[in-house]
C-alpha cells in the first residue's frame, strides 16, 4: 500500500507541474514568467498566469523566451516564424532551429517591427443612414436624408463608396403653394493602393448635384498621396495631398473647367464603448485662379444602441467661393438620422 501511495503521489505531483510558458527579463533585471502574444507599436503583450495579461514597453525589455515558435516581422519585412531563447546579449534573442531545417540567428529586439501581427480580414463593411421630418399644422414641411458607406478593406489596398441625398420642401400657409427647399446628392467612389504599410496613393471621384443652388454637375476626379498616421478600432488619422480635375455646370450659365489641388484629412475617435466621433474636411483651390475653392466639411457624434443600430447628429458645411447666380456661397446643415451598420 505504502508503495502504491508513493506512485500515486508521483503521478500526481508530475500533472501538477504547470507547462513553462517563456519568460521575460527586463533591463532592470526584473523577470517575468509568461506567453509573450503580441508586439505592436512598441508594445510587448504578456499573458501572464499570476498578473493576466500585461502590455510592457519592448525598449524596457532585455531578451526573452517562448515555448512555442513566434510570428516575428522584422523592419525589413522579412518574417521569422521560429521558437525564440533567451539571450546573454541585451537588447537581443536567440531564435532557435526549427525541424524544417531553419538555422537559428541572433535577432536585435530593434529589428522587429510587430510578433504575432493580427490578420487584416478582406471583408465589406459599411452603414445606411436615414432620417425624416414631417409636420402638418402651424407648419407644413416635409424633409427626409439617406446616405450611406461601403468599404472594403484589405491589407494592400482599401475601397470606399459614399453617398448622399438630402430633401426638403415646405407649403406656405397663406398662398397653399409648395416650394422645395433642399434637393441635392452626392456620390464618391474612392481607391487606396498601400505602398508601404502607412504610405499610399489613391484616386477618387466625386460627383454632386444641388438643384437650390442651381449647380447641375460638379465633377472633381482626383489622385494624389496618403498617409494613415493612425489606424485601428479605436482611432483612425489620415492626410491626403493631390491634384484633380474640376467641371462645374450651372442653370442657365456656361460650363467652367479647372485644374485643382486637394488637400483633405479624415478622423475618427472612439469617445467611449457605444460613441464615437467624427471629421472630414477636404479643400479644393483651382490652380488657375486663387480665390476661386471649394471646401467640404463635416461633424458628428455616432451613438450605438445595439451592434448594429445607431443614431447620427451631423453637422455639414459646403463652402463654394463663386456659385452659381443669386446663389449663396456658403450651405451649412444639420442632419439627424438613424442608422443600420453591417
Known amino acids: 500500500m505504502r508503495k502504491f501511495a508513493r506512485v500515486a503521489a508521483l503521478i500526481a505531483a508530475t500533472f501538477s507541474v504547470p507547462a513553462f510558458a517563456g519568460e521575460v527579463v527586463f533591463k532592470n533585471g526584473d523577470r517575468l514568467t509568461g506567453e509573450v502574444t503580441a508586439l505592436g507599436d512598441g508594445k510587448l503583450k504578456i499573458k501572464s498566469a499570476v498578473a493576466g495579461e500585461i502590455t510592457v514597453n519592448i525598449a524596457d525589455v532585455s531578451s526573452f523566451s517562448t515555448d512555442a515558435p513566434i510570428e516575428i516581422k522584422l523592419k525589413d519585412g522579412s518574417v521569422v516564424n521560429q521558437q525564440v531563447q533567451k539571450s546573454e546579449t541585451p537588447g537581443t534573442v536567440q531564435t532557435a532551429a526549427s525541424p524544417s531545417g531553419v538555422a537559428a540567428s541572433m535577432l536585435s529586439l530593434d529589428q522587429v517591427a510587430t510578433i504575432n501581427e493580427p490578420k487584416l480580414v478582406t471583408k465589406w463593411t459599411g452603414n445606411i443612414r436615414a432620417g425624416a421630418l414631417v409636420t402638418r399644422g402651424n407648419s407644413d414641411t416635409d424633409a427626409f436624408n439617406l446616405a450611406g458607406d461601403l468599404q472594403r478593406r484589405s491589407v494592400d489596398d482599401r475601397f470606399t463608396l459614399t453617398g448622399e441625398y438630402l430633401y426638403g420642401r415646405e407649403r406656405s400657409n397663406s398662398t397653399g403653394e409648395k416650394s ?59 492626410t491626403e ?24 484629412y ?77
Open 241 to 264: 495631398v493631390g491634384l484633380g480635375y474640376t467641371y462645374e455646370q450651372y442653370r442657365d450659365q456656361d460650363s467652367e473647367t479647372y485644374i485643382n489641388a486637394r488637400l483633405a
Open 266 to 342: 479624415a478622423y475618427d475617435r472612439q469617445l467611449a464603448e457605444n460613441i464615437k466621433f467624427i471629421h472630414n474636411f477636404e479643400y479644393l483651390p483651382s490652380l488657375e485662379d486663387v480665390g476661386k475653392f471649394n471646401i467640404n466639411t463635416d461633424a458628428g457624434i455616432r451613438v450605438r444602441f445595439t451592434q448594429t443600430f445607431f443614431t447620427d447628429a451631423r453637422v455639414e458645411w459646403r463652402y463654394n467661393s463663386e456659385p452659381g447666380n443669386d446663389s449663396s456661397t456658403s450651405d451649412l446643415r444639420y442632419v439627424l438620422s438613424a442608422g443600420w451598420e453591417f
Open 180 to 238: 422645395t427647399s433642399t434637393d441635392n446628392w452626392l456620390i464618391q467612389a474612392k481607391y487606396d493602393y498601400f505602398v508601404t504599410k502607412k504610405l499610399y496613393v489613391y484616386g477618387v471621384a466625386r460627383f454632386e448635384r444641388d438643384n437650390i443652388a442651381d449647380l447641375q454637375l460638379r465633377a472633381q476626379p482626383g489622385a494624389g498621396l496618403g498617409y494613415q498616421w493612425l489606424e485601428g478600432p479605436k482611432t483612425n488619422f489620415r
